[in-house]
């Protein structure tokens, strides 16, 4: 909080030259600090985090209009999502409604998906990573009463859930469609080891993806697609005793590769979801591998002293690996949904 400028977001902080990095509005992580401030809020009931929360969110405003990213569901609804729950403003409300508005005009009837990136060479590329943006979208359908925000979530979701898996329900990245025939051009990865790997993070998006589809679909293919992933991450052979992922389930150094903190964390909080959708004893093994998740990151591997790793919770996760970016650092979505799985474990006992 000392640190951040008041018209910035934090994004990572590396400790060589105790540099710390931040985004614009515009980036993709930028709702992920007021987000976590809203939980911790939510938790302590800290009004100095509250007013920090409120004051950040003023940055992401103009964000509800920006129909240049796929991203809005993280930035948008991990923000001013948790802010509406928490405090039930009706102008929090326009902005997430505003944002679903946006973010519904970058879909295609023919690929039946929202387009990820427009960078080249990219003709349509879809990221595994945008499963995550649909809540947003559901939570308008619900809001609004346009039924056209949940067609585009559960359309998306279908084709994804067609195109994106392979026969043992790992993901690919990158599925890049033909806009004119909606065919699939090609399967490829951006920030995993190969195009025929496991990224570890895409993995837990999609397992988090489909988790939320079934919440509010009550759908039981998409249960059973969150648990299928859900199969392939805990019994994979790389899986770590520590259940904390190497970046990627088939990176060539295993078991000197790094692990990616983010990964686990986002696995954590979709298995304690998942846990409530499924047989007792099933959901004593998603949450048995949570509560281990989330002790070994809270142990001093992973859980930065007070004061240390730029003011960030975790240490140790990967962004891009390929392009050398973000390597080994803190991550402020690795925080997020650390904090999330922790309330969601804490709300368990209720
Ligand atoms: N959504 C981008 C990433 O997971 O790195």
């Given at each position: 909080m000392g640190r951040v400028p008041a018209d910035r977001l934090p994004k990572t902080y590396y400790a060589v030259g105790d540099r710390l990095e931040?985004?614009?509005?515009?980036?993709?992580?930028?709702?992920?600090?007021?987000?976590?401030?809203?939980?911790?809020?939510?938790?302590?009931?800290?009004?100095?985090?509250?007013?920090?929360?409120?004051?950040?969110?003023?940055?992401?405003?103009?964000?509800?209009?920006?129909?240049?990213?796929?991203?809005?569901?993280?930035?948008m609804y991990c923000s001013y999502g948790n802010g509406l729950r928490l405090l039930g403003n009706p102008e929090y409300k326009q902005v997430l409604l505003n944002s679903a508005a946006s973010l519904s005009t970058r879909f295609n009837p023919k690929v039946g998906c929202i387009r990820s990136w427009d960078s080249k060479p990219w003709k349509y590329p879809v990221i595994i990573d945008n499963m995550m943006n649909l809540e947003l979208l559901l939570w308008a359908a619900e809001a609004s009463g346009d039924a056209s925000y949940y067609r585009i979530a559960v359309t998306h979701a279908n084709t994804t859930m067609k195109n994106h898996f392979r026969p043992d329900y790992s993901s690919y990245h990158v599925v890049d469609y033909d806009t004119a025939t909606g065919d699939v051009i090609a399967r490829k990865t951006a920030q995993g080891y190969a195009d025929s790997s496991a990224w570890a993070r895409g993995q837990s998006w999609g397992l988090?993806?489909?988790?939320?589809?079934?919440?509010s679909t009550h759908d039981p293919k998409y249960l059973l697609q969150a648990e299928n992933i859900a199969h392939f991450i805990l019994t994979n052979p790389h899986l770590p005793a520590d259940k904390i992922p190497y970046w990627d389930y088939d990176a060539p150094d295993i078991p000197r590769a790094l692990?990616?903190?983010?990964?686990?964390?986002?696995?954590?909080?979709?298995?304690?979801?998942?846990?409530?959708?499924?047989?007792?004893?099933?959901?004593q093994e998603y949450l048995n591998v949570a509560e281990q998740i989330i002790v070994n990151l809270s142990g001093n591997v992973y859980h930065a002293v007070v004061g240390s790793n730029g003011g960030f919770i975790l240490k140790h996760s990967v962004g891009h690996l390929p392009a050398k970016s973000e390597v080994d650092v803190p991550l402020t979505y690795a925080d997020y949904y650390y904090v999330e799985a922790m309330l969601r474990y804490k709300n368990l006992a209720k």
């Amino acid at each position: 909080m000392g640190r951040v400028p008041a018209d910035r977001l934090p994004k990572t902080y590396y400790a060589v030259g105790d540099r710390l990095e931040t985004s614009n509005a515009g980036w993709w992580t930028s709702g992920f600090y007021p987000g976590t401030l809203f939980y911790l809020y939510q938790f302590s009931h800290d009004t100095a985090l509250l007013r920090e929360a409120q004051d950040r969110l003023k940055l992401l405003e103009k964000e509800q209009y920006n129909k240049g990213t796929h991203d809005l569901g993280f930035m948008m609804y991990c923000s001013y999502g948790n802010g509406l729950r928490l405090l039930g403003n009706p102008e929090y409300k326009q902005v997430l409604l505003n944002s679903a508005a946006s973010l519904s005009t970058r879909f295609n009837p023919k690929v039946g998906c929202i387009r990820s990136w427009d960078s080249k060479p990219w003709k349509y590329p879809v990221i595994i990573d945008n499963m995550m943006n649909l809540e947003l979208l559901l939570w308008a359908a619900e809001a609004s009463g346009d039924a056209s925000y949940y067609r585009i979530a559960v359309t998306h979701a279908n084709t994804t859930m067609k195109n994106h898996f392979r026969p043992d329900y790992s993901s690919y990245h990158v599925v890049d469609y033909d806009t004119a025939t909606g065919d699939v051009i090609a399967r490829k990865t951006a920030q995993g080891y190969a195009d025929s790997s496991a990224w570890a993070r895409g993995q837990s998006w999609g397992l988090y993806g489909y988790t939320v589809m079934y919440r509010s679909t009550h759908d039981p293919k998409y249960l059973l697609q969150a648990e299928n992933i859900a199969h392939f991450i805990l019994t994979n052979p790389h899986l770590p005793a520590d259940k904390i992922p190497y970046w990627d389930y088939d990176a060539p150094d295993i078991p000197r590769a790094l692990r990616d903190a983010s990964a686990a964390s986002v696995m954590a909080s979709a298995l304690i979801e998942l846990s409530g959708y499924v047989p007792v004893g099933r959901g004593q093994e998603y949450l048995n591998v949570a509560e281990q998740i989330i002790v070994n990151l809270s142990g001093n591997v992973y859980h930065a002293v007070v004061g240390s790793n730029g003011g960030f919770i975790l240490k140790h996760s990967v962004g891009h690996l390929p392009a050398k970016s973000e390597v080994d650092v803190p991550l402020t979505y690795a925080d997020y949904y650390y904090v999330e799985a922790m309330l969601r474990y804490k709300n368990l006992a209720k």
